[in-house]
């Protein structure tokens, strides 16, 4: 059974930073692509950052781009999101995904074929 299990949302000041988490199992992430997406009350879910399965190619939303960085430890089934600069519009439920079928980062764009993880809270205080 595939799990995604995020963690290291909080409470942070406007200029703070985080590090979030994702612990991946159930199957090999190492050959499949991942990725962060966020969703604030009334809007959209979208796309935040994602990774290929080598962290070779990497997308960011224009948003994050400079702050934000993506990674991964394919040895220890690890996603990685580091928020620094944050930013009150920041402030979301950020969830953790992966490819079900494919190690492009081009995949995360397609949403219904990624597993989910339950989401972690980002909120921050102007």
């Known amino acids: 059974q595939v799990q995604l299990v995020e963690s290291g949302g909080g409470l942070v000041q406007a200029g703070g930073s985080l590090r979030l988490s994702c612990a991946a199992s159930?199957?090999?992430?190492?050959?499949?692509?991942m990725g962060w997406f966020r969703q604030a009350p009334g809007k959209d879910r979208e796309l935040v950052a994602a990774i290929s399965w080598s962290g070779g190619n990497i997308y960011y939303a224009d948003n994050v781009k400079g702050r934000f960085s993506i990674s991964r430890d394919n040895a220890k089934n690890l996603l990685y999101l580091q928020l620094n600069s944050l930013k009150p519009e920041d402030t979301a439920v950020y969830y953790c995904?992966?490819?079900?079928?494919?190690?492009?980062?081009?995949?995360?764009?397609?949403?219904?074929?990624?597993?989910w993880g339950q989401g972690t809270q980002v909120t921050v205080s102007s």
């Open positions: 159930g199957r090999t992430f190492s050959v499949y692509a």
């Open positions: 995904a992966a490819s079900i079928n494919s190690g492009n980062v081009a995949s995360m764009l397609d949403s219904t074929k990624q597993h």
